[in-house]
C-alpha cells in the first residue's frame, strides 16, 4: 500500500461542527495519506476548519450536490496522479481505521472499487427505518441488473482505484451517487467487492435524507438508474 499516491477524498457541505475531528481523526491513523475536503459552497467555516486539522480544501465557486463535489475531488486527484482514492462522509460515520481493509480488498482482488457495508448482525451504529427500508428496495432493484448481491448500495465509503477513477472524473452521477455508480460500473464491466465495517452515529448535525426529501430521493435515484441501464449495449467497454 503507497500512501504516497492515496488521497482520502471528504465531500463536506456546511459540516463545521464535525470536520475538524473527522480530518484529525484520519491524519492521526494514516499520517501519510493526503487528506483533500471538497466544501461544496458551505454557508459555514467548515473550509476553515478543515484546514486547521491539516487537510487541503477545495472550495466550489457554487452549490453541486453531493456528486458534482465527489465528482470534482475525483477529477483532482485524477490530474495530480493518484492511483487510488477513498471517500469517507464529513460526519464523522466512517472510521478511518478500517480504510487500509479496503485498499488492501482493493489491491488483492483486482477489482476497480471497494465498498464498505454495515457489518451484519448489527455492529455499529443502525441506521433509521426510512434508510433501511430504501436500502432494502434498491437491493432488489440492483440484484438482476447487477447480477448479484449488494450488501449497502446507499454506503458512502467507497474506496476506488486508477482505472474507476479515471471515468468518474469525466462521467459521475451529480446528485446522489452511490446507487447509480454501480450501474455504471456495470456497463464497464468493472468490479466491485464490499468489506463489512461497523458504521458510527454523526458526530453532529442530521442527515440531509429527511422523510419528504426521501421520496424525492428514491424517484430520482430510479430515473438515473434507468437511464445507466438503457444506455448499457451489452459490449465490454474500458477507458
Known sequence: MNAARTLILIPALNEEESIYRVVREAREVLPDFDVLVVDDCSGDDTANRARGAGARVLRLPCHLGLGGCVQAGY??????????????????????????????????????MVIGVRAKGGAGFQTSLIR?????????????????????????????????????????????????????????????????????????????ITAIRSVYYVLHVLLGVFVNVLRFDGRPRRT
Open 75 to 112: 477529477a483532482l486527484a485524477f490530474e495530480l496522479g493518484y492511483q487510488t482514492v477513498v471517500r469517507i462522509d464529513g460526519d464523522g460515520q466512517h472510521d478511518p481505521r478500517d480504510i487500509p481493509r479496503l485498499l488492501e480488498r482493493l489491491r488483492s482482488s483486482g477489482c476497480e
Open 132 to 208: 433501511k427500508a430504501g436500502i432494502s428496495f434498491f437491493k432488489l432493484l440492483l440484484r438482476p441488473i447487477l447480477g448479484r448481491p449488494v450488501a449497502d448500495p446507499t454506503s458512502g465509503f467507497v474506496a476506488v482505484n486508477r482505472r474507476a477513477l479515471e471515468v468518474f472524473s469525466s462521467t459521475f452521477p451529480l446528485e446522489y451517487p452511490e446507487i447509480e455508480t454501480l450501474v455504471v460500473l456495470q456497463r464497464r464491466r468493472f468490479r466491485f467487492e464490499e468489506v463489512p465495517c461497523a458504521m458510527r452515529p454523526r458526530m453532529a448535525g442530521r442527515s440531509s
